[in-house]
């Protein structure tokens, strides 16, 4: 196995794990709190950052991409306990894979579903400001958390991938 797979010790697993869910979540309180009490970018709606990003008020009722959005006044509780099942699973599965990549794939995901909990929880709704677009591409608009939790999904997606390659191997 590569030193992805076995050369960090279980504890060192669980450390980094717990640290990027600590970072994927602060990151996103903090931008979020900074884009709402300091940018004020609720009155401004969108902003051009640069060519290809803006910043642009988006107050997101459903979940990724939009979906489930028609669940009324209880779409919210119900997307917090879906999310903070994830998490206990996430959790779960980051103190007991020998995978230092699933490990850190865990604490993003994890730290970014907490991220947009707590939104839920203080808001009613998840806050969006990230807009990436260019070319006449336009991407949803996103925050730190839905990043975290992308990525770690990707990630775990290809260290599978790879994991399966090299059993496959053998």
Known sequence: MSLW?????????????????????????AS???ILYVYHLP??????????????????HAVTFGMFGGLGSRGPWIFCAVSLIAVGLLVWTLTRTKRTLV???????????????????????????????AFGWSWYVFNIADSGIVCGVIVWLIDSLLAERQAAAK
């Not at 076995?6 to 602060?26: Q, Y």
């Not at 009155?43 to 997101?60: A, C, H, K, Y």
Request: glycine share 12%; net charge negative; proline share 1%.
């Open 5 to 29: 797979h076995e050369g960090m010790s279980r504890t060192g697993r669980m450390v980094l794990g717990f640290a990027l869910l600590v970072l994927v979540l602060v990151l996103d309180q």
């Open 43 to 60: 009155d401004r709606g969108s902003v051009e950052i640069l060519p290809f990003l803006n910043f642009t008020m988006v107050w997101n």
């Open 32 to 34: 979020k709190d900074w």
């Open 103 to 133: 490990a850190a794939s865990c604490g993003a995901i994890a730290g970014g579903a907490i991220g947009n909990v707590i939104d839920r929880l203080r808001y009613g709704a998840v806050v969006d400001f990230l807009h990436a677009h």
